[in-house]
Structure formats: structure tokens, C-alpha cells
């Protein structure tokens, strides 16, 4: 009798990580695009001014390709699994704002009012300081979720970036709003950066208290009205708002902050009753203080009946108020584009004077780009705002999520306020154009929310690791019959 022994046959399986992919290389052909697209543009305006290819035009492309390469690097290093639209959607607006402020540094009257000249210079190094804050908040910022420990903290930096401007003699009232602080010869806008430190507190505290927001209330008329001692803190940022209002008389500011902080509210309790009353407590303040407050009266003016504020800003002598046609030359600017444009460098952009390569910057795309450059340039900013909420619901922790949805509310919102305000929709707010417009404040804070959307993207998109082999497995063998 023989007996046939069948050794068993150990097979060793190894289960990889199971994820999205990386996308990497689908960032940087974007990139090439998002760099190629503003040089064509740069190529068209000095076409279109001069009859010639701009002289800068080689130093350009390569200082916005250098910079973009150096973004993509530190994103490939340091959050390789990250959204590969964000980057390169940044930088696709960076880049024509670019060309749109030295398109208007070339407008001999924009010079004279010493509004255009070497602009364009200054937004390239902005620029470069805007990445060189992205690739700190990626190197430093391991994980998003350490910014929590910092709630309060952040709440105390946020009234104080708030607060700077009210200094006396730090403070600088430019044009009615007391926003800016001047050292020197530096200026900066602390509200540009005040909404990321505030976006991290209104995070980590609705985290916390989101259970009690959300189910102790009772039901009236189909809402749910909070208790009174939960409104405490809409409370708290209604009134910082409207003292923001009353101090600074800045309207966009107020309308960002206490916007924002109704939409993380409404996301963290999921309560329509939270909308509404913060549309109310909105209508409320605004209706208040535009009351008493000449130059919140003097915008709404302005937006009620432009072509009288036209006519007035013309008379010799009138009622003593200083008029502005700003806001008529922009609507006639985006009348005059048409559907296609009057083409790179052929609009009328300096009749809008102080405020064309800032507030204004979005009625020069009008015109030049037509309707049909304008909705390309919103709908960009749409994807940015849908790939942060899109990163919102991919996070796995509730504080990545408030996080995400708080930066892109206020990216979607400051966004709403600018183009409302140029259109004609909504009353002026003096905010500018993330990424389009001139500034130093607004672009590197604008590059800094760029970088922590990437840092959350990056870990919600990873993939989970590889589980850990299971040391019983390999003793078991399997035992046949002979």
C-alpha cells in the first residue's frame, strides 16, 4: 500500500491599497494649458496695442511656468493624491489676471491718475509670494486636522487681523472703508486673511456643538426653531459682522463673514430654520445700519439708480457728495462686449478710471472677452467652488468637511459679491476678484485657501492602507488524506 503525500502549496496573496489614483500627471498637462492660455493672451494684447509681440512675453511665460512647476513639484511631493483640478484652475486665473493688469498698465490714461504702470510687475511678485505661502501651508501642514487644536486660538487672531485696521495710525480709511493698514510703504488688507483663521474656528466649534444646534429645538411652521441660549453664537458673529459694518464700513466683508458661518452652520446641523434666520438677521443689519451710515446710503444709491449718479459725479456743483460713474461705465463696458468681445486690448477699460484694475477688473474681462469670455471666466471659478465641496463630502472627519465647505462658501461667496456688485446686481462692496484682480492681500490669502483645499483633497482622496498580514494565516495548513 502506497501513499501519496500532497504537500501543501502556500500561496501568498497581497492585497494593495484600493484608492483613487494619484492624477498627477493629469495636474501638470492641465498646467500646460493653464500657462499656455495667458501667454496667447499676452501675445493678443500687444498685438492688438502696439502691432507686435510684447518684448516681455518670453520673461512672462516663463515666470508663470516656473511658478506653476514649482506648485505642481510641491504638490506632487508633499499631497500627491490631492484634486488635479484646483492647481491648475488657480492658475489659469492668475495668469489672465496678469495680462489684464498689464493690458491696463499700457492705458496712457490710467497712467496719468497714477492708477496703471508697472501693476502688473507688482501682481507677478504677489504672485510669487502667493506660492511661496501655497508650498508652506502643504510642507508644514502635514495633516488638516491639527488645525483644530487651534479653534480658539484662531478666533483670537481673526478679531485681531479684524481689529488692525481701526488703529490709529496703522489704519487707513481709502475710499469711505477703513480695510487696510499701511507700515511704510507696505500696505495689506487683514480681511483677506481674517476669512481662512475664521473659516478653522467656525470649524472646530461647530464640530463640537453641532449635536445640540441640530436636535435640541422645536418645530414651528415647519422649522425647527433653535433654543434661545443655541443662537448665542449666530448671535456673536451676526454682531461682530454688523460692528465690522458700523467701524469699517465695509459691506462686502460683513456680507463674506456672517455668509459663510450660515453655511457651515446650515452644513453642520443640516436646518433650513438656520438659513432662514440668517437671511433675516442679514436683511436686518444691512436695512439698520445703511440707515444711519452715509457711505453704505451713498453705494446703494449707486446701485439703485447708476446713470443719476452719472450725472451727478459730472455737475460742477451738487450736493456735496462725492459721486462716482463707476459703476455706469462697467455696465456700459459689458454692453459694449457684446456676445464675443471687442478683443484683448481693444475695450475702453479706462473710463472706469481709479478702480479698473481692482474692483472693477471683471468689466474689462466683459468687454474685451464678450459674454462668452465672462461665463468661461465665472464657470472656473464655479469648478473651483464644486471641487471644494466636492473634497467636503470625500473627507472622513467632520472637521476636514466643515473646513472645506467653509473655504469654498467664502471662495463662492466673495465671488457672488465682486461680480454681483460690477453687474449691477447687488450694491458695491469694494472686495476684489480672487486671483483676477490687483492686490497683494487678496491673491497670496486666495493661493493660502488654494493650499489647504489641497491638503484636505489629498487625505480624503488617499487610499486606505494595505491591512496588516494576518500571522494565524500562515500557520494553517491544509491537512488531505492520503
Not at 512675453?57 to 493624491?81: N, T
Amino acid at each position: 500500500m502506497s501513499s501519496t503525500t500532497n504537500s501543501p502549496t502556500h500561496h501568498t496573496s497581497t492585497i494593495g491599497a484600493i484608492g483613487a489614483p494619484s492624477r498627477r500627471n493629469t495636474e501638470l498637462a492641465l498646467l500646460v494649458f493653464a500657462v499656455l492660455i495667458p501667454v496667447f493672451a499676452y501675445a493678443n494684447v500687444g498685438l492688438a496695442i502696439d502691432d507686435q509681440v510684447p518684448a516681455g512675453l518670453l520673461s512672462y511665460g516663463l515666470g508663470i511656468g516656473l511658478l506653476a512647476g514649482v506648485a505642481h513639484l510641491v504638490v506632487r511631493k508633499f499631497a500627491p493624491y490631492a484634486d488635479p483640478l484646483l492647481l491648475p484652475l488657480a492658475t489659469l486665473l492668475n495668469g489672465l489676471g496678469l495680462v489684464c493688469i498689464w493690458r491696463l498698465d499700457q492705458s496712457k490714461a490710467l497712467q496719468q491718475i497714477h492708477v496703471a504702470g508697472g501693476k502688473a510687475t507688482n501682481q507677478l511678485m504677489y504672485t510669487a509670494m502667493g506660492i511661496a505661502l501655497f508650498v508652506a501651508v502643504l510642507y508644514f501642514l502635514k495633516d488638516h486636522r491639527t488645525l483644530q487644536r487651534y479653534t480658539y486660538i484662531s478666533m483670537v487672531c481673526a478679531l485681531i487681523l479684524l481689529l488692525l485696521p481701526l488703529v490709529p495710525g496703522l489704519g487707513t480709511n481709502v475710499f469711505g472703508a477703513k480695510i487696510w493698514i499701511h507700515v511704510g510703504s507696505f500696505s495689506i488688507q487683514p480681511g483677506e486673511f481674517a476669512k481662512i483663521v475664521l473659516t478653522i474656528f467656525f470649524a472646530g466649534y461647530l464640530m463640537v456643538k453641532r449635536d445640540a444646534l441640530a436636535l435640541a429645538s422645536r418645530r414651528v411652521m415647519g422649522l425647527y426653531l433653535p433654543r434661545g441660549r443655541d443662537l448665542g453664537p449666530i448671535l456673536v458673529v451676526w454682531a461682530m459682522s454688523i460692528l465690522i459694518l458700523v467701524f469699517e464700513t465695509d459691506l462686502g466683508t460683513s456680507l463674506l463673514f456672517f455668509g459663510m458661518f450660515v453655511i457651515m452652520l446650515y452644513v453642520a446641523t443640516e436646518r433650513t430654520s438656520w438659513i432662514v434666520f440668517g437671511l433675516l438677521m442679514s436683511a436686518v443689519g444691512a436695512v439698520g445700519v445703511a440707515s444711519f451710515e452715509p457711505h453704505i446710503q451713498t453705494r446703494v444709491q449707486a446701485w439703485l439708480n447708476p446713470m443719476r449718479e452719472y450725472k451727478l459725479s459730472r455737475m460742477v456743483t451738487h450736493d456735496g457728495i462725492a459721486h462716482s460713474d463707476q459703476l455706469q461705465q462697467a455696465l456700459w463696458a459689458f454692453g459694449s462686449g457684446g456676445t464675443l468681445g471687442t478683443g484683448w486690448g481693444q475695450g475702453h477699460s479706462e473710463l472706469i478710471k481709479f478702480a479698473a484694475n481692482s474692483d472693477f477688473i471683471l468689466a474689462t474681462f466683459g468687454e474685451e472677452l464678450g459674454l462668452a469670455g465672462l461665463m468661461a471666466i465665472l464657470l472656473i471659478y464655479g469648478l473651483i467652488a464644486e471641487r471644494g465641496v466636492r473634497t467636503a463630502l470625500a473627507a472622513r472627519d467632520p472637521f476636514g468637511k466643515l473646513l472645506a465647505i467653509g473655504l469654498s462658501g467664502a471662495f463662492a461667496l466673495q465671488v457672488f459679491v465682486v461680480a454681483g456688485g460690477v453687474m449691477g446686481l447687488i450694491p458695491l462692496t469694494g472686495m476684489t476678484m480672487p486671483f483676477l484682480a490687483y492686490g497683494g492681500s487678496s491673491v497670496i490669502a486666495n493661493w493660502a485657501l488654494i493650499g489647504v483645499l489641497i491638503r484636505i483633497s489629498d487625505t480624503a482622496r488617499r487610499p486606505a492602507p494595505a491591512p496588516a498580514a494576518n500571522p494565524d494565516a500562515e500557520m494553517t495548513q491544509v491537512v488531505r488524506p492520503s
